[in-house]
């Protein structure tokens, strides 16, 4: 099956800091991968994803992540964070070719400060 | 807009009981799934359903079940509740455009 690893509990900066958060996945066919949010005491949201096309794609709040092959990648990025951006982040794959479940990775606490 | 409602917020139950979760989505969408979250470990997928009556197991499907009579209805069981089981659960569904959409949770507190 499917797996996505998120290899950072947490990650803090500086509000107008440019901000990553990182993902990783395997998948044995073509990866679908996404991005939800989860604000506190809120369920979660879908920010962004990627089935096919251009590598860098745009979502919601100004969030981006890009697709990279060859690492297996698939990091979110924003140019400049806000102190509203702190939130928990997942990172969430599906095989493309075998589409029925969707599994998540552990979760990246952001943690943006003024 | 896509609306995936849960029966129960928050849920308090004692040991050994059986516990229904349940799980609507409006949009006729044929993939349903349940989630539990636990902090340090995100969310990990327990049943998933791509039609009436099918289901697949998910990563951490001991001691639960499903059942999915109708495509708007996946209903989450816990046989015999443990206290290992506290938890919040969520239910989602998924557009054929690969969106997924979660319930609000149910918080689920095994005494």
């Known amino acids: 099956a499917q797996s996505v690893a998120q290899p950072e509990d947490q990650v803090n900066v500086a509000e107008g800091n440019p901000l990553t958060v990182k993902c990783t996945y395997s998948?044995?066919?073509?990866?679908?991968l996404f991005w939800y949010v989860q604000y506190p005491n809120r369920g979660l949201q879908f920010l962004l994803k990627?089935?096919?096309?251009?590598?860098l794609v745009k979502g919601s709040y100004g969030f981006e992540a890009e697709f990279n092959k060859s690492q297996t990648s698939f990091h979110l990025k924003k140019p400049s964070a806000l102190v509203s951006d702190s939130a928990l982040y997942f990172c969430?794959?599906?095989?493309?070719?075998?589409?029925?479940?969707?599994?998540f990775g552990a979760g990246t606490r952001l943690t943006v400060k003024p | 807009d896509v609306k995936v409602t849960q029966s129960s917020r928050y849920l308090v139950k004692r040991t050994g009981e059986k516990v229904f979760l349940e799980c609507v989505q409006d949009?006729?969408?044929?993939?349903m799934f349940w989630y539990r979250q636990d902090p340090g470990l995100g969310l990990r997928l327990i049943y998933f359903?791509?039609?009436?009556?099918?289901?697949e197991k998910g990563d951490i499907p001991e001691g639960y079940s499903v059942s999915r009579e109708k495509k708007e209805r996946f209903s989450l069981i816990l046989e015999s509740a443990s206290t290992n089981q506290t938890s919040m659960y969520l239910c989602?569904?998924?557009?054929?455009?690969?969106?997924?959409?979660f319930g609000p949770g149910t918080r689920l507190t095994v005494l």
């Open positions: 969430a794959v599906r095989d493309g070719v075998n589409n029925n479940d969707m599994r």
């Open positions: 998948v044995s066919g073509n990866p679908y």
């Open positions: 990627y089935i096919t096309g251009d590598n």
């Open positions: 949009m006729d969408h044929e993939n």
């Open positions: 359903s791509y039609d009436v009556k099918m289901k």
């Open positions: 989602a569904s998924i557009t054929q455009g690969n969106e997924q959409f």
